[in-house]
């Protein structure tokens, strides 16, 4: 079982930035692939961003250039940089592991970029 916990969503206006945080209940290097999904209002979930344990990283194109995610594996936390943030942006930001071939997903954190 792998709890993770994300953190650091808030109300930031048009241009600014956010980090959100992942914490996981485990060692982050045996996760295979980790991953931010949100989700808006009256939308489907959708994939932001990933990174695989071999160092791999992609970007749905909406946010491409603007985010960037990483891994402290020493903090067992996986990071989402959010800048140049825009109202489309607003959602509940989600993480998810990837571990023994089953998916985790943390509760969640709520962004709002509005002015």
């Known amino acids: 079982q792998v709890q993770l916990v994300e953190s650091g969503g808030g109300l930031v206006q048009p241009g600014g930035s956010l980090r959100l945080s992942c914490k996981a209940s485990?060692?982050?290097?045996?996760?295979?692939?980790v991953a931010w999904y949100r989700q808006a209002p009256g939308k489907q979930r959708e994939l932001v961003a990933t990174?695989?344990?071999?160092?791999?990283?992609n970007y749905a194109d909406s946010v491409k250039g603007r985010f960037t995610i990483s891994r402290d594996n020493a903090k067992n936390t996986v990071y989402l940089q959010m800048n140049s943030l825009e109202p489309e942006d607003t959602a509940v930001y989600y993480c998810?592991?990837?571990?023994?071939?089953?998916?985790?997903w943390g509760q969640g954190t709520q962004v709002t970029v509005s002015s």
């Open positions: 990174s695989t344990a071999g160092g791999a990283t």
């Open positions: 998810n592991a990837i571990w023994l071939a089953r998916s985790f």
């Open positions: 485990i060692n982050i290097f045996s996760i295979n692939a």
